[in-house]
């Protein structure tokens, strides 16, 4: 299984911050996932990070709203810009692995107040 | 639009009873469906299904699908309470790009 690590693991922001999130592989992929997990939700795919290229966002989220940099293959990071109390959510990042599986990071609890 | 439900929403049993945990789906150009373990933050994976009618275990753990009906199940016999966890079921499409469908999970509790 992969070791993937992320940082923050939980930071409470005020409305209107930025806050970036770091996702860090301990071996090179070609894709990375970005996920939200707002209260009592389930896991939506916010946008897939690929080495070299611009990161593919899927409907309802924006660059502008959540920067996505993929400077190398062991490492992304998210942004949640200009914060509100909405952002407030689980965020997670994942990386496929063997076969159709998906290796979870440990997650940054996200509080917007 | 894909879509992946889950049934029941949440789930409070006691030690040694056994579960059955649904998951449906409609997921186009449906390729497997995912099963995992969310206790804290980060899901964890337990199962992969791909064909229909073979069924996946690992220890008190089972699952099987059914891609006629477009359905799959979570067996847990002999619940424990490190069992207590949110499940959530992923169907996998590859309309376009490669992606998970996840459901909105069952949240079990597991009572001694």
């Known amino acids: 299984s992969a070791v993937i690590s992320q940082k923050p693991s939980r930071d409470i922001c005020q409305r209107g911050t930025s806050l970036t999130i770091q996702c860090q ?7 990375m996932f970005w996920y939200r997990q707002q209260p009592g939700q389930s896991l939506t795919l916010i946008a897939t990070a690929n080495q ?3 990161a593919t966002y899927e409907s309802g989220f924006v660059i502008d ?24 959510s689980i965020y997670l990042c994942s990386v496929p692995r063997a076969g159709d599986t998906q290796y979870f990071g440990p997650g940054t609890r996200l509080t917007v107040l | 639009e894909d879509k992946v439900v889950q049934s029941p929403l949440s789930l409070v049993v006691h030690e040694g009873d056994t579960v059955t945990l649904n998951c449906s789906y409609e997921v186009t150009n449906f390729r497997s469906l995912l099963w995992y373990k969310q206790e804290k933050k980060a899901p ?8 229909s009618g073979i069924e996946k275990k690992s220890g008190r753990l089972s699952s099987i699908l059914d891609k006629k009906e477009l359905f799959s199940i979570l067996n847990i016999t002999a619940t424990q309470t490190g069992d207590s966890a949110i499940y959530l079921c992923a169907g996998i499409t590859t309309s376009g790009t490669y992606k998970y469908i996840f459901g909105t999970g069952t949240r079990l509790k597991v009572l001694a």
């Open chain 1, 52 to 54: 070299g290229s611009e």
């Open chain 1, 25 to 31: 592989v301990d071996s090179q992929v070609t894709m």
């Open chain 2, 44 to 51: 964890t994976f337990l199962f992969m299904l791909t064909s």
């Open chain 1, 65 to 88: 709203k959540f920067p996505i940099s993929r400077p190398n293959l062991t490492f992304s990071t998210l942004t949640v810009s200009n914060m509100s109390p909405e952002d407030s």
